[in-house]
């Protein structure tokens, strides 16, 4: 399909669109997606990913502009985004539009939120701007998924640079003229590649994309001029980077259909393979009591892709019980547990642990959906209980509740931050539309004695 | 075709390489490709395009650690080989690797110079690391060429990104892994887009290049990871950017073949379409003498391109000539020019190379080759003479001699610095396999008084 204009007739959309035209379940979501967010940045802020970046970057960083989030730091506007892109995505955490597999938040509130400290902006102003650069990644996700995806790219990357762009022009005023040319620098500086899975540069392309989609919104305030049909020209993004072009998914039900109201957090700190074992054996845990200390067995019948990729029987790493469904399934029924300290090296070698893992057996059933699970659980009493998990906990089907991204939000940020600040933090973080400075929320993210040394 | 450990193994020679184990003539080339750079640089450091680019980075921009060719600003590293990458291509004017259509020195010689006044190198190691990154990107550019290019992707900086991770690794002492890395980190950083011609986002290109390039070294030296297989993995580089892989392109006769040493220089401001019209002219001018007052029709027989693309037959502004070929040869016969003072709004408006202009006629004939032209001359005495240009100036065939290279460089360097100025930074350039500190050359490039003010 080809298509005149979808990049003006969007830049124009983005330039007018007030948050009073947003419905309010969708200003909702875009709440819950900027707390969800913070948490996992926080909750990434010590990963030696981000160190190794930090320490890559600091010797060419500029002015004190924007807080690293979770440490305080404080660098130019463009390095805060790339680094708080990175640390929100380095545990694999963070949101995800299911659509297109895109996690919308990465790069645009990490561009989004070092703006707001260099040019102060309300909460509602930044909600809106949040709304509104998520909807155009996911749209232009929408656009090329999933050909895009299939060749190779990271659509995190690719989509997300547009993402922030928008967002930091819309922040910035941008008119419609220069909004177009933010989008096509967007364009052509759309990167990273699926190869990357695995290795640190997974999470900079979040990073990248949050910054480099700023620096095309700033260059385009200087008068820096671009292509007007960036993404749609023969020769454009969707074009060159794939070979499905539906505009329509850009372009049709601006404003009333909403890409940012389908947003889902991810209720575990692993792949989404495991989530339904993690699910159904919480499920399990919160039936037996303390019977889950007389399990015997613990049966699994899973989709085969649980196995081909999380089948390590004896992890012996926090990094490898990510990949295994036994510890997972063992710690989830033990101690209730699916965030970051489910994945710990202590949680590798407690005994406990340990002993139960080894209970579990899982097989593998092609009838049984990615979402689902079936578990028998026998105990030493001789009774057998089963659970069937149709729809695991953070699909659309079943998302997080607040109250669960809270605590999902503490399990992650007491541990980098304590529980004060994460109190504070999480306060700040659910009261965004209505607060007076957005910037003050990076700046809370980080303990009282790093503010102090900062500064 | 496929291979295994492509990036590995490239790395491993980049690692290895000295500059004892370059021919002679390839040392030359380098020095001739980074004395061309350097001029095309001084040309268009007062473009708006690097005005308008300085404007929209400089508030979020480093410590002084590098100079802005031509004007003096400092920046830090990477934003200066920005600038410096954006000013060098923003002419049209730079050195060309013919067979892949890179202009190779753009990010490569921008990010080096960045990074040598940062890290003090010798001439001799900045040469070095120069004619590596040259042949990294245009063996990388072979590799995919055409079909990558012919997809949309602006080659210059989708290679060129790679050209200044080696460049830059070299210099800054990266062992293999590390090369590896980095490497691995500019494969995902690849971009640029051909829509963007004719717009700012051009000379972005190997700008982005050049900082991105840099950065991936730095990174990489810092520990940050990446894959192994970044150029030749199913969803690497190669694979995903293009439909042809011809890895023996990226392997085969490293340290025998080089690419490094096929670099040419476009002798005229404009698009390569005109060059033969212009040499032939140019030519003609040298063998009429005063006659050329007494010309009173023009005919050139050229290929159907030339009026296709630069048919204007009443251009009225600088901008506007480089796009008539008409204009062109009237001013290579009155003037002898074609350099950048040949296309200015003072030409364009001259009477007597308008009233010369308006006798010059043009056909095209298919069995005129891109680089031929055939031109016929009529004088008022009755005479007539014909001349025949079966390769242009600056094509491989007849490339420009060093002469010609510095008289390219006064042209575009007087305007811009002075011819003071100019004259020390050519010799400079000249020297650069013996300066025991190569970063003077970016200092040289700026007028005493910029020198003083910006300290």
């Known amino acids: 399909?080809?298509?005149?204009?979808?990049?003006?007739?969007?830049?124009?959309?983005?330039?007018?669109?007030?948050?009073?035209?947003?419905?309010?379940?969708?200003?909702?979501?875009?709440?819950?997606?900027?707390?969800?967010?913070?948490?996992?940045?926080?909750?990434?802020?010590?990963?030696?990913?981000?160190?190794?970046?930090?320490?890559?970057?600091?010797?060419?960083?500029?002015?004190?502009?924007?807080?690293?989030?979770?440490r305080g730091e404080k660098?130019?506007?463009?390095?805060?985004a790339l680094i708080n892109g990175i640390s929100s995505h380095v545990l694999d955490y963070d949101d995800t539009h299911l659509k297109t597999i895109i996690?919308?938040?990465?790069?645009?509130?990490?561009?989004?939120?070092?703006v707001a400290e260099y040019r102060p902006v309300s909460g509602r102003d930044f909600l809106e701007a949040l709304i509104l650069g998520?909807?155009?990644?996911?749209?232009?996700?929408?656009?090329?998924?999933?050909?895009?995806?299939?060749?190779?790219?990271?659509?995190?990357?690719?989509?997300?640079?547009?993402?922030?762009?928008?967002?930091?022009?819309?922040?910035?005023?941008?008119?419609?003229?220069?909004?177009?040319?933010?989008?096509?620098?967007?364009?052509?500086?759309?990167?990273?590649?699926?190869?990357?899975?695995?290795?640190?540069?997974?999470?900079?392309?979040?990073?990248?994309?949050?910054?480099?989609?700023?620096?095309?919104?700033?260059?385009?305030?200087?008068?820096?001029?671009?292509?007007?049909?960036g993404i749609e020209a023969p020769r454009g993004f969707a074009n060159v980077l794939s070979t499905k072009q539906d505009y329509a998914e850009i372009l049709d039900g601006l404003g009333t259909r909403w890409e940012a109201g389908l947003n889902s957090y991810k209720p575990f700190a692993c792949g989404i393979v495991i989530h339904p074992a993690i699910d159904g054996c919480q499920q399990l845990r919160e039936e037996l009591g303390d019977d889950v200390n007389r399990i015997t067995a613990v049966k699994l019948r899973t989709h085969p892709l649980v196995l081909e990729l999380t089948g390590k029987r004896t992890p012996k790493t926090g990094l490898e019980t990510k990949f295994s469904v036994f510890h997972a399934a063992a710690c989830a029924l033990l101690r209730g547990d699916g965030s970051p300290t489910a994945f710990t090296d202590e949680a590798a070698t407690a005994p406990e642990i340990i002993a139960l893992r080894d209970r579990v057996d899982a097989t593998s059933d092609a009838s049984v959906h990615e979402a689902s699970v079936h578990i028998t659980v026998e105990l030493s009493d001789g009774r057998t209980i089963e659970k069937w998990v149709?729809?695991?906990?953070?699909?659309?089907?079943?998302?997080?509740?607040?109250?669960?991204?809270?605590?999902?939000?503490?399990?992650?940020?007491?541990?980098?931050?304590?529980?004060?600040?994460?109190?504070?933090?999480?306060?700040?973080?659910?009261?965004?539309?209505?607060l007076p400075d957005a910037g003050e929320i990076a700046r809370a993210s980080v303990p009282a004695a790093a503010r102090r040394a900062a500064e």
């Open 75 to 80: 660098l130019d506007v463009p390095n805060t």
């Open 1 to 70: 399909m080809s298509e005149k204009d979808v990049t003006r007739k969007l830049a124009a959309w983005i330039s007018a669109c007030r948050i009073d035209d947003i419905p309010q379940s969708v200003r909702d979501e875009g709440v819950r997606t900027f707390f969800n967010w913070m948490g996992c940045a926080v909750g990434g802020a010590r990963h030696e990913t981000v160190d190794r970046a930090l320490a890559g970057i600091t010797p060419f960083a500029g002015r004190p502009q924007a807080t690293v989030i979770g």
């Open 134 to 229: 998520v909807e155009v990644e996911c749209r232009i996700g929408n656009a090329v998924y999933p050909d895009h995806y299939d060749r190779g790219w990271h659509i995190t990357g690719t989509a997300g640079v547009f993402g922030a762009a928008a967002a930091v022009g819309r922040l910035i005023g941008l008119d419609e003229l220069r909004m177009t040319w933010a989008l096509g620098i967007a364009a052509t500086q759309a990167s990273g590649l699926r190869e990357m899975f695995g290795t640190m540069c997974k999470s900079f392309h979040p990073g990248s994309a949050a910054k480099n989609g700023a620096l095309a919104a700033f260059l385009a305030e200087a008068g820096f001029d671009s292509s007007l049909q």
């Open 390 to 434: 149709e729809h695991a906990i953070g699909s659309l089907d079943r998302p997080l509740g607040n109250e669960q991204l809270a605590r999902k939000f503490a399990h992650q940020s007491e541990l980098v931050v304590g529980p004060a600040v994460t109190a504070e933090l999480m306060e700040l973080c659910w009261a965004l539309p209505i």
């Open 103 to 114: 996690h919308p938040a990465g790069p645009v509130a990490s561009a989004l939120l070092a």
